[in-house]
């Protein structure tokens, strides 16, 4: 049985990478920050925004409102406050499926 290495996982991810996993400008990010509550990196002495995974899950979430769904922010905004539970495990699922149907599509291409 082959060696399996475990894929390290980062704690912080800085708000370049996390524009580039979004394919948006960081001064969006920066700017649903002020927006959203639930967007609270931490900063380091520099004043660099440190986003944890957690903080990613919450960008997704307003990402999937306003870009996919097309929520404006206020909208957005009332969705978190009175379903946020509702809508991020919505946005969870749409994304494994998402996720599930491009793995069929490869394995398709794969065996054609």
């Known amino acids: 049985m082959p060696y399996k290495q475990k894929e390290i996982e980062k704690k912080y991810y800085t708000i370049g990478e996390v524009a580039d996993l979004f394919k948006v400008a960081s001064s969006l990010i920066r700017y649903w920050e002020t927006e959203f509550d639930i967007i609270s990196p931490k ?17 997704k979430l307003v990402y999937h409102l306003v ?46």
């Open 43 to 59: 900063k380091n002495r520099k004043g660099n925004r440190l986003y944890t995974p957690e903080d990613i899950e919450s960008i």
């Open 67 to 112: 870009k996919e769904k097309g929520y404006t922010l206020q909208g957005a905004r009332e969705m978190i406050k009175n379903e946020g539970i509702k809508a991020k495990d919505k946005s969870e699922a749409i994304h494994a499926l998402e996720r599930v149907k491009d793995f069929l599509l490869e394995l398709k291409r794969n065996l054609a």
